[in-house]
């Protein structure tokens, strides 16, 4: 049992250690907007799925911008699109930022992507991109036909093509496939059954675009801004670490790890290497979610608490208290640390579930080793490791022989050559006497004086 807690407190130990790494490595190469030159150009690349990660970046470029009191943000955009919710969250962050943005569309800006570009202050485009094919799909890239679902986003593309005084039809077409438009200005209608997508030039020629460009440069001269220091905003080693592991696919290898190891590491102690891979496999998935800006510290603490309450409940009885508290905390710690707590729901019972498939083969397999064998006593004392097991003596009853002691009632007599102890049913019996055997129940010799004439 020591070795069991000496190795369950390794793996603890583990937790601040890796904790303390990962803040070294925290944005380490994030500009200090104080000693910017006022007025400067910020270029800001919007060059991947429109996730957590992504998120996280513009808040902190955006921010960097503002405190250096920029002329100008340009957002670089090639993006393919990704999660709606997402989506709105950056589309706000734009939107309220106080410094003027133009939308460069130097790739494609579709999906989500499209929405982002909306909510810039100003749209350009390099020429042969697009911007549009806003239909909402599921995780397999299949339509998601539900009314509810493409009337909220219909709404959330047209508001965001009203801010600055954009056809909303138009916006409404990239998500609904079953709306029918004419657009006068190109002599095309698109009817039902087709989502809209734009290229540069038609773009421009509907107002979705406001000027054709062929690079950043052309674009920060096209609003006169062409003397002022251009800063290139990047993303951090650390927020290409976090974009990577807070991907859904990563998020739920990374739950699988972290509850087999610990879990195995607690039942099957003795090996060390799955409780230190289950506590890496955590600790990554919390330092991802914190560099996305979800995870605050309060719910690695709740977790740490939830892993120490289940560690506990092996050795405290507590009937299943400190395990249910245990697991309460885990969850809890896990689904606090996440942008959505349904989603991270839905990802830990996947997980669980994957996790316990690998735990019972685990188990099985080393199961002499489980710590349940501590509980166990499996010692056999037998005749070869030198023990003797006292003889039967029933065959005693009726037998005589003489109190060596006093009998009161318990004392010593001699049995068939044998000093026994021996105890009479309650009478007092001289050293001497002669004593009969008159009961045996295992050790225990049941004696009776035997008086003579």
């Known amino acids: 049992m020591v070795r069991v807690r000496k190795k369950l407190a390794l793996i603890l130990g583990f937790m601040p250690l890796l904790a303390a790494l ?3 490595i925290l944005p380490l190469n994030t500009a200090n907007a104080e000693s910017r030159m006022a007025g400067s150009v910020y270029v800001i690349p919007v060059k991947m799925t429109v996730e957590s990660g992504l998120a996280s970046f513009l808040d902190r470029a ?8 920029a002329s100008l943000v340009v957002l670089d955009f090639d993006t393919p699109g990704g999660r709606l919710d997402t989506a709105e969250q950056i589309g ?4 309220e930022t106080t410094v003027p943005t133009v939308a460069f569309v130097s790739g494609k800006a579709a999906s989500a992507g499209a929405y982002l570009a909306l909510n810039a202050g100003d749209i350009a485009m390099a020429p042969a991109t697009t911007i549009g094919a806003a239909m909402i799909v599921d995780q397999n890239g299949n339509a998601v036909d539900n009314p509810k679902y493409v009337s909220f986003w219909s709404q959330e593309m047209a508001g ?39 290229s540069a030039e038609k773009a421009l020629k509907v107002g979705y675009a406001d000027t054709i460009a062929k690079s950043v440069d052309e674009v920060i001269a096209w609003k006169g801004l062409q003397d002022r220091p251009v800063i290139e905003v990047k993303l951090t080693l650390a927020e290409h670490v976090s974009e990577f592991l807070t991907s859904p696919a990563v998020t739920t290898i990374l739950l699988i790890l972290g509850i087999a190891g610990v879990a195995i590491e607690l039942l099957v102690p003795g090996f060390g290497v799955p409780g230190i891979v289950g506590v890496i496999a955590f600790g990554l998935y919390f330092f991802g979610q914190y560099v996305a800006g979800f995870a605050g510290m309060e719910a690695v603490v709740l977790f740490v608490i939830g892993l120490i309450l289940l560690v506990s409940e092996l050795f405290i009885p507590s009937f299943g208290i400190l395990g249910i508290l245990g697991i309460a905390a885990v969850i809890a710690g896990i689904t606090m640390g996440a942008q959505d707590t349904g989603d991270a729901l839905s990802t ?3 997980s669980l579930v994957i996790a316990i498939v690998i735990i019972a083969v685990f188990v099985y397999i080393f199961r002499r080793r489980g710590v349940w ?15 003797v097991p006292n003889n039967p003596r029933e065959s005693w009853i009726g037998s005589e022989g003489v109190a060596l002691s006093e009998l ?5 007599a001699e049995i068939r050559g044998d000093r026994v102890d021996v105890v009479t049913g309650g009478e007092f019996v001289e050293r001497g006497r002669t004593v009969r055997v008159v009961s045996v129940d295992g050790t225990r010799i049941v004696v009776q004086e035997v008086k003579h004439g």
Do not use: C, W
């Not at 064998?373 to 023990?387: C, K, M, P, S, V």
């Not at 009161?408 to 010593?412: D, K, L, T, V």
């Open 22 to 24: 990962f803040m070294t």
């Open 62 to 69: 955006l921010t960097e911008a503002e405190e250096a009191k």
């Open 92 to 95: 706000m962050r734009i939107r």
């Open 160 to 198: 965001a093509a009203e801010l600055n005084g954009r056809n909303s039809d138009i916006a409404v077409k990239m998500v609904d496939p079953s709306r029918e438009l004419t657009l006068p200005e190109l002599g095309e209608t698109y009817k039902a059954g087709t989502i809209l997508s734009l």
């Open 348 to 350: 830990l019972g996947l």
């Open 373 to 387: 064998n501590r509980f166990i006593l499996r010692e056999a004392l037998t005749t070869e490791q030198g023990y």
């Open 408 to 412: 009161r009632p318990a004392g010593i």
